[in-house]
């Protein structure tokens, strides 16, 4: 019989935590299990319900605890625009069609019709003749994510920002997993290969395998496309020593899995994911915009679920591949909220609608630009956080060069300060705020903080 992952275990997970007021270890939701999975699936099941929004983790170590996230029981993660302005969350302007999808998708479970795999939704698609992204949407794209002559050999712009886009990339795309990583204990992590205290191994793993992958996407750049050998190798990576059966790294799936708090059903049989596979890559290596070939695999790689797990990763790896070979600025999912993502995946899973997916896209890119410097307009007003605590930020900031902290040092500090100033809605956000600060200070910028160069010389030394 075919292995399948039912949404019934994720909601057992949950309910055997909701039952404990005060948060649960993984030992004592092992407990309330009637049939707990090796440790390994469970933590794996929690970080998705972390990433759908329905928990929250606290505590380091020994002491973690998972706990029910406000409002997660009863709208499955998904985030209303009240709740992510509370929150200090990021916001995407939607069109009316995504605002439809959004309002379809956090309907309760019971209420969505379950669906399977819809070939047609792929047959249907035409290659240079049926886009997803309209020529305005793309032009607009391209002037603001070109950043190299055409003339530059494959992969140029992507190996000059390749340490920004490793950790960038890395962080933003595991983030949207569930990961608990800080961008700085990403960038620490990355850089000397030091975990953080108190984190799951799966956590760190995760991001390794991260950065392995985009490593491989810069360094063959004039060899990936949309192949069998470069997706079967970014699932390879991406996976590697996380699937429960590590032959399955890199091989398309044999057995039936299922999605957590959807009604969709992805497709079964070898044979018949094996077809559309190769289907769906003979598309994507057919259209000839770069940007309607990243989208196209955005939509149709997760959709298929070709893989055990990893899909969701997969795709968006994937679609850095035309963006890499064609020197553009790539796509490093910065700001994308969690729970804007989720819902947008699950409007392709059940309705077959790109809409929503379409809006995060396109405002991922452009964000993307403006962290790489490659945009030639303005993306609008200032961010309202930052404007804030701008007081708060340049404290932390200032403090953590003049007393030449280093990077564990740097975590620390800014912890403790966001746990006594900043509120507890406020507090994550505020701290990737102050990190990304931080990993993108240099010379030409430290009098914003009114910082001395002597300062900052003398803590780059303890910072590298």
């Known amino acids: 019989m075919p292995r399948l992952i039912p949404t019934d275990a994720f909601e057992a997970v949950f309910e055997a935590i909701a039952h404990l007021s005060g948060g649960a270890s993984i030992e004592q939701i092992e407990e309330n299990l009637s049939a707990p999975p090796n440790r390994r699936t469970l933590q794996r099941w929690l970080s998705s319900l972390i990433a759908q929004g329905r928990l929250r983790r606290e505590g380091r170590g020994r002491a973690v605890k998972y706990l029910r996230a406000k409002g997660g029981d009863a709208q499955a993660g998904i985030a209303t625009k009240e709740t992510a302005a509370t929150h200090g969350e990021t916001l995407i302007p939607l069109s009316p069609g995504a605002k439809e999808v959004e309002a379809q998708v956090r309907q309760p479970l019971m209420l969505r019709k379950p669906v399977g795999y819809n070939r047609a939704f792929l047959d249907d698609y035409r290659p240079n003749e049926t886009p997803y992204l309209s020529q305005t949407i793309r032009d607009e794209l391209l002037s603001q994510g070109q950043a190299l002559s055409s003339n530059e050999p494959a992969g140029t712009y992507a190996r000059q920002l390749a340490h920004r886009l490793l950790i960038d990339l890395s962080w933003n795309s595991c983030r949207l997993e569930g990961n608990t990583y800080s961008l700085l204990e990403t960038e620490r992590l990355i850089t000397v290969g030091e975990a953080a205290s108190g984190k799951d191994a799966l956590e ?6 991260h950065k392995e ?3 491989f996407l810069i360094d063959s750049a004039g060899e990936i496309g949309f192949n069998r050998y470069t997706v079967l190798n970014l699932h390879a990576l991406l996976s590697d020593n996380l699937l429960e059966d590590p032959t399955a790294s890199g091989r398309l799936r044999t057995i039936a899995v299922g999605i957590g708090q959807t009604t969709f ?6 044979q018949r994911i094996e077809e559309c596979f190769d289907q769906v890559l003979d598309t994507a290596a057919a259209i000839q915009d770069p940007f309607e070939q990243a989208f196209f695999a955005m939509v149709h790689l997760p959709y298929l679920q070709p893989f055990e797990d990893v899909n969701k990763r997969v795709s968006r790896l994937a679609a850095n591949i035309p963006l890499i070979q064609r020197n553009l600025c790539p796509l490093s999912f910065v700001d994308v909220p969690q729970v804007t993502y989720i819902s947008a995946m699950l409007g392709i899973y059940e309705l077959n609608r790109i809409d929503l997916l379409r809006d995060v896209f396109v405002w991922a890119y452009k964000r993307s630009c403006s962290r790489y410097s490659a945009v030639r307009q303005s993306l609008g007003e ?3 956080f930052r404007l804030q605590y701008r007081q708060h930020i340049s404290q932390v900031v200032a403090a953590v060069v003049r ?3 280093n990077k564990p040092g740097a975590i620390s500090h800014i912890r403790r300060f966001a746990q006594a100033q900043i509120h507890a809605r406020d507090r994550e956000r505020f701290i990737e705020v102050v990190e990304t600060q931080l990993l993108s200070l240099h010379e030409g910028n430290i009098a914003r903080y009114r910082l001395r160069p002597s300062e900052f010389h003398a803590w ?3 910072w590298k």
């Open 204 to 209: 760190a793993q995760m991001i390794l395998n």
């Open 265 to 270: 059903l992805p497709l079964e049989g070898p």
């Open 213 to 215: 992958t985009i490593e």
């Open 403 to 405: 007393e030449s902290l």
């Open 382 to 384: 200032p961010d309202p």
């Open 460 to 462: 780059r030394e303890r």
